[in-house]
């Protein structure tokens, strides 16, 4: 019941966009899929991001992505983080970015939660 509390506000933002960006849900695992196309996937393929986990009950994909167990992994690393962190997730997450920018290892391959979630 507390889990469930502590992760409801990232879970409500996660409902909205998952509503609002028209995902279709994979009915055998649960998964989300952005519709081809949309603003988010052309948004994503852009930056060559195959998926992402919004909160700890969502992971969404980009269209035609056929997810393996190693991006599978990564994501079910970000839905513990975000049992982990509950809603102070993305100021954890932002912060953990601008920890590795000013490192000098970038926004992203830096971030302490993203080599967490590559197993580093
Ligand atoms: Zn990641």
């Not at 899929?33 to 052309?42: C, N």
């Not at 852009?46 to 700890?56: C, E, M, N, Q, V």
């Not at 980009?62 to 690393?77: K, S």
């Amino acid at each position: 019941m507390l889990l469930y509390l502590w992760t409801l506000p990232m879970n409500v933002v996660s409902w909205i966009l998952v509503r609002l960006t028209r995902c279709r849900q994979d009915q055998i695992f649960g998964d989300w899929f952005l519709p081809e196309g949309s603003w988010l996937d052309r948004l994503m393929l852009k930056h060559g991001i195959l998926a992402f986990t919004p909160g700890s009950a969502y992971i969404v994909f980009r269209h035609g992505v056929r997810p393996n167990v190693n991006l599978w992994q990564h994501e079910f690393t970000h839905q513990e983080q975000h049992c982990r962190y509950g809603p102070f997730f993305l100021p954890v997450y932002f912060w953990y970015s601008l920890k590795s920018k000013l490192a000098g290892t970038g926004w992203y391959r830096g971030n302490k939660l993203e080599r967490e979630a590559r197993g580093e």
